[in-house]
């Protein structure tokens, strides 16, 4: 009781003084918070971090629905949204819904309205990853412009009673970007897709998790809500992807400044190769699964304390096996596929206006974290039967002007081995973004979001293409 009196405190002092930043550090060093979740408040939008912080409290066990429900009081701070687990984050701070029922169960989301202007012909034209071909349009003009609601995000919280001395918390999150419905007007009934759906128990040092989650492999994202359901720089440096796994986590302060975190995960071994083509409700065994083994991944992270701003490195590994199947004129052959990775990820406060975070990576076969996507493992007899090796990585600058405004500026880049690549294939793909964030409420922002692809083909110059996207976000939380 004591310590909720103490969080409340701290909350209150902050807003009054506009100074969430500082109460973030001081709870990091009190190891209230770790590093990562410092790490990711710092890369939320000034005016979402107190909402942000809140939340992260109630998820770990440290608020409960009714404590918050105390802050959404007039005499209290103004009410948290709860955010997404890992890298990315939730805006807004509406008074969460909760059930009427005896089960702790909290509703968040963010709606998105986003609309955008394209000067080529993309893989996905309101999130774009990277250009077609030049010429590839049948039109001779491959702009195009359009509105979508469907990178809107829903969710449930759930804060359970204390099992063994861990407290017990769930999350289920959606959106819409699992396709359109079949009808003529069907292109704006955006179907639900499973992000998040899992389980936690958190005791003072340890975590263990079982559910669909974020990869520890390479955990952070850029900040953007052009590309909010799928991570900016997504297939041009910045590996990701949400997936069944059995995670553990324990946490270690080293000094009162250095801490210490270390990752361990089983997850599902699929390797990016799941045909996209049609809608199914079966699973057949692919590359992946064919492996007969969970896929491995592994995070060791430092933070360290300097004038009380928390600097956060972090070293991640991941390996898998599986196996290429495929025809060599008329006889059966299979290859076999060590699918591994090594990242880099950096988040670096130099001042609570400035921040630099980033990412690189080396691998092969990495193609369900969206390197090298589609073309990650060759065909049976081709270069790249073993999988194909590829790194980048990418890098953002975040300026917090005010509690209203932000800027983030990032570069991004993905090249893989072009002797591992068909003549015609992707052997470059570049991305240049710079967006303009308002708060105009607690719980409404404007984005404005400027991108250009540059993607090259292997040995097909002509085919070259540039392309740039301009996008308006109006994001309403809850």
Request: glycine fraction near 10%.
């Amino acid at each position: 009781m004591r310590r909720l009196v103490l969080l409340f405190g701290l909350c209150a002092a902050a807003l009054a003084q506009d100074s969430v930043d500082a109460l973030a550090r001081l709870l990091a060093q009190k190891g209230v918070i770790t590093a990562d979740d410092l790490a990711r408040l710092n890369s939320t939008a000034g005016a979402e971090r107190m909402q942000a912080l809140v939340s992260l409290l109630q998820s770990k066990g440290l608020l409960t629905t009714t404590d918050v429900a105390r802050l959404n009081s007039p005499s209290a701070t103004p009410p948290p949204a709860p955010p997404a687990r890992g890298p990315e984050t939730t805006v807004g701070s509406a008074p969460p819904v909760t059930s009427q029922t005896k089960v702790p169960v909290t509703l968040y989301g963010n709606i998105v309205i986003n609309s955008f202007f394209d000067t080529s012909l993309n893989n996905i034209e309101d999130i774009p990853l990277f250009t077609g071909k030049q010429g590839s349009d049948p039109f001779p003009n491959d702009k195009s412009f359009g509105m979508t609601a469907r990178q809107t995000r829903l969710g449930l919280k759930y804060q359970g009673p204390e099992v063994g001395g861990a407290k017990l918390s769930g999350q289920v999150e959606t959106d819409f970007l699992g396709g359109q419905a079949a009808f003529g007007n069907g292109v704006n009934m955006g179907l639900l897709r499973l992000r998040i759906a899992m389980g936690r128990l958190d005791w003072k040092d340890f975590s263990l998790e079982i559910g669909q989650d974020w990869s520890i492999f390479a955990p952070l994202n850029p900040t953007s809500f052009a590309e909010y359901a799928i991570p900016s720089m997504s297939a041009s440096g910045n590996p990701w992807i949400r997936q069944p796994q059995i995670q553990a986590e324990l946490r270690h302060a080293l000094s009162d400044a250095l801490k210490l975190k270390w990752q361990l995960a089983a997850a599902d071994p699929n390797m990016g190769d799941y045909p996209t083509t049609t809608f199914s409700s079966g699973r057949s065994p692919l590359i992946g699964e064919r492996g007969r083994m969970p896929e491995l991944d592994t995070r060791l992270a430092f933070t360290d304390t300097v004038d009380g701003r928390d600097y956060g490195i972090g070293v991640s590994g991941h390996y898998g096996r599986g196996k290429d199947v495929g025809t060599i004129g008329v006889i059966n052959a299979i290859r076999p596929v060590d699918s591994w990775g090594v990242a880099l990820d950096w988040s670096l406060p130099f001042s609570k206006l400035f921040n630099i975070t980033g990412e690189a990576y080396e691998g092969r076969a990495l193609g369900i974290f969206s390197v090298t996507s589609g073309e990650a493992v060759g065909a049976v007899g081709t270069a790249g039967e073993h999988g194909v090796l590829s790194r980048g990585g990418w890098l953002q600058a975040q300026f917090s002007l005010n509690p209203k405004w932000q800027v983030n500026l990032a570069y991004g880049v993905d090249q893989p081995d072009a002797a591992e690549l068909p003549v015609g294939n992707r052997d470059k793909n570049q991305t240049y973004m710079g967006n303009l964030m308002y708060k105009l409420t607690s719980s409404v922002t404007f984005a404005w979001e400027y991108r250009r692809m540059l993607t090259d083909f292997r040995n097909q110059l002509f085919a070259d293409e540039r392309g740039d996207q301009s996008n308006l976000a109006v994001v309403y939380g809850f």
